[in-house]
């Protein structure tokens, strides 16, 4: 065979294996897991598709924030694509690119193994056995427990069942680029120099560990493959990625940065640094250079020093956490999908290196023994996948019978939706809700407080009720929906489930779940209240209510006059209403200060309020229509200013490098 012809026949035999493991996949609909995180990201697709080029504002979650902080988009992008290109549903969309990504990833495995290592059998058995076992289920007990056990595939169930379809995305496209930096960084070439920019881009915008993991990988890389001038590589791979982040700035703005580092260290656990922190990474980073000074005296490839670097820091981060309970990074936990990747790498590739130093005869028996495992394993993982992957009815879920309900008897609505319902809520509805989403990406900070008071009601007491209604009413909610534990939602998290009874008016309750209205004088989020009444103090906790009393008040005061609040789009409104003396509009819409009011032609002052929301200072007396857009400001201005450069000096490098290798010629 040419040799061409043996590498791809082995991408074929990989792609095959990983095609019979995720087929079932590629016919779900409607997953039966419906507890997934995965039901937000079939949201923002279905979307994204609906009001294509609409992409500015999210009135959805969190009470409105900026796009590009809703999530990274990539994958999204992707699936609402294929939506628009096939005429399918989000959600089926959705899972034929999930299954497409897991199916292309031990390929990309497989391709980066053969580029960087030049061993073809090597890296075929390592791409297959990356596509049928997971290390974290061997090694770590609680994974074996909710995986089912040790040899059951942790990056499958992490994809069906915990919807991980965006750090899936970011994974395999990991792996290309990194084939695109190596051709880069040791050929210099101008088109894989392209290519390294593009394929990080995809990186980074998939998924924010796919940032933590581009930045190891190419650490360990150009620690692994080093030259004579030693910081020639890092500059050309930091060139390539300071350009492909000025390309990218736009979706990948400094607003999602902050958003990021804000909460990142108490989303999903305590995460803030340590003492103990400190003293760990110090252990760990000089474990990690002691790795290296030993593979570089014992002369070990550049291959295999890549592959042991790249192994060891994700395992690191994982092993640290869960055997010491010390977080290296923010949810050290999400790095067993690195683990699995990067450690197996590392063990078949040293293991491949001490089997080469065994006689023959015993390489073709400990060569047999592993074929034989792994023809087994496959089998195993193809049989797990036929179990595990599941659609579901929809109409036996309670999640969708409460979108069902509200979209049809409230549309249009504001609502807090509680427990697992707020994931799928927006795959059925455009009606906004007050929490959904990413609590990682949420700009303004005070929302998660109020939605930690209303499902936990902790030392409220008898107050528990009155102060939840008190911040349903302050940020615009119009109903709540309430589970119990006769539910069938996947999971419910509101301690006091019957705390609203006798309190607020029922309007539907079935199998457990139930939807309050919340009373208010208005349904619109525009307010002409006084300007005494704007909330200027931030409120020391959920439970200090005092800050927002008199602004609650003032907006069921039937003193002042109504508003009406209508969007034109996803990022435009229009509001009417008589403006007298000393009032301001309050506007129940997160303030960032992309937005801009007009009224009469002329710009009318907009500030934020110490609950994060919007105010406008109107300079009309009586009648006042006020024109409200969000434009992002600035920021917005500099970075797209900043992508067309990145994209102008990219297209430029590549017609002059062009241009110059045509004249060599």
């Not at 965006?166 to 695109?180: D, E, I, K, Q, T």
């Not at 504001?414 to 795959?427: H, V």
């Not at 209604?469 to 615009?476: P, V, Y």
């Amino acid at each position: 065979m040419g040799g061409k012809t043996r590498p791809l026949l082995c991408g074929l035999l990989v792609l095959i294996a990983n095609i019979a493991i995720a087929a079932k996949l590629f016919g779900v609909e409607y997953s039966a897991y419906h507890g997934s995180i995965e039901s937000t990201f079939i949201a923002m697709a279905r979307i994204q598709a609906k009001y294509l080029g609409q992409w500015s504002w999210w009135p959805f979650w969190n009470g409105g924030l900026p796009l590009e902080t809703v999530y990274l988009p990539f994958t999204h992008w992707l699936v609402a694509a294929f939506t628009l290109l096939s005429g399918l549903s989000a959600a089926r969309s959705f899972h034929i690119v999930s299954a497409g990504i897991y199916v292309l990833s031990a390929v990309a495995l497989f391709w980066m193994a053969l580029e960087l290592s030049g061993k073809l059998l090597v890296s075929l058995f390592a791409a297959l056995a990356y596509s049928s076992i997971s290390l974290s289920a061997l090694m770590i007990p609680v994974i074996t427990t909710d995986a089912g056990g040790a040899l059951n595939l942790r990056r499958l169930q992490d994809l069906v069942v915990y919807g991980e379809a965006p750090h899936s995305a970011a994974l395999a496209l990991l792996l290309v680029a990194m084939v695109c930096f190596s051709r880069a960084l040791v050929r210099r070439s101008v088109t894989y120099t392209i290519l390294a920019g593009v394929m990080s881009a995809t990186v980074v915008l998939s998924n924010a560990f796919g940032i933590v993991d581009l930045v190891i990988a190419l650490a360990c890389w150009l620690m692994a493959f080093p030259i004579a001038k030693w910081w020639a590589r890092p500059l050309r791979a930091l060139a390539i990625l300071t350009v492909t982040y000025s390309w990218i700035s736009p979706w990948f703005s400094p607003t999602m940065v902050r958003a990021i580092r804000a909460n990142s260290f108490t989303v999903g656990g305590d995460f803030r640094y340590r003492f103990a922190t400190w003293a760990a990474l110090a252990a760990v980073g000089a474990a990690f250079l002691l790795l290296w000074l030993a593979m570089r005296r014992f002369k070990a490839s550049s291959s295999l020093q890549f592959f042991v670097l790249f192994g060891y820091v994700p395992t690191a981060i994982v092993m640290t956490s869960r055997l010491w309970d010390i977080p290296l990074v923010p949810q050290p936990a999400r790095y067993e999908l690195e683990m699995d990747m990067a450690l197996l790498l590392a063990i078949v590739f040293a293991g491949a290196a001490l089997v080469n130093r065994l006689p023959s005869r015993a390489r073709m028996v400990v060569a047999g023994i592993c074929i034989a495992g792994l023809t087994a394993q496959l089998i195993h993982a193809v049989v797990y996948a036929r179990g595990l992957i599941r659609g579901v009815e929809l109409s036996s879920l309670g999640e969708v019978r409460i979108a069902k309900w509200l979209d049809q008897n409230r549309p249009g609505q504001r609502a807090f939706i509680s427990s697992s319902a707020c994931f799928m809520y927006n795959m059925f509805t455009d009606n906004p809700q007050l929490t959904g989403g990413h609590d990682q990406h949420t700009v303004n900070r005070f929302i998660p407080i109020v939605s930690f008071v209303i499902y936990t009601g902790m030392n409220a007491g008898d107050r528990d009720a009155a102060i939840s209604i008190l911040w349903l009413k302050a940020f615009g909610v119009h109903q709540i929906s309430v589970s119990g534990p006769e539910s069938s939602n996947e999971y419910n998290t509101m301690v006091h489930p019957r705390k609203f009874d006798g309190v607020l008016p029922l309007l539907w309750r079935d199998h457990g779940d139930a939807i309050y209205e919340v009373p208010s004088r208005s349904l619109s989020l525009a307010h002409v209240i006084p300007r005494e009444a704007v909330v200027k103090r931030v409120p020391e906790n959920g439970l200090d209510t005092a800050p927002a009393e008199a602004y609650v008040a003032a907006l069921d005061d039937p003193a002042y006059s109504p508003a009406s609040f209508e969007w034109k789009n996803l990022s435009e409104a229009d509001i009417r209403t008589n403006v007298d003396p000393g009032r301001v509009i309050a506007v129940q819409v997160t303030y960032e200060r992309g937005w801009e009011a007009w009224a009469g032609g002329r710009p009318q002052k907009v500030i934020g309020d110490a609950l994060g929301q919007m105010v406008i200072e109107p300079d009309c007396k009586g009648p006042c229509e006020v024109s409200l857009r969000y434009t992002g400001g600035t920021e917005r201005v500099v970075t797209r200013a900043m992508s067309l450069s990145a994209l102008l000096l990219g297209l430029g490098y590549g017609v002059t490098a062009g241009v110059s290798s045509r004249r060599r010629s």
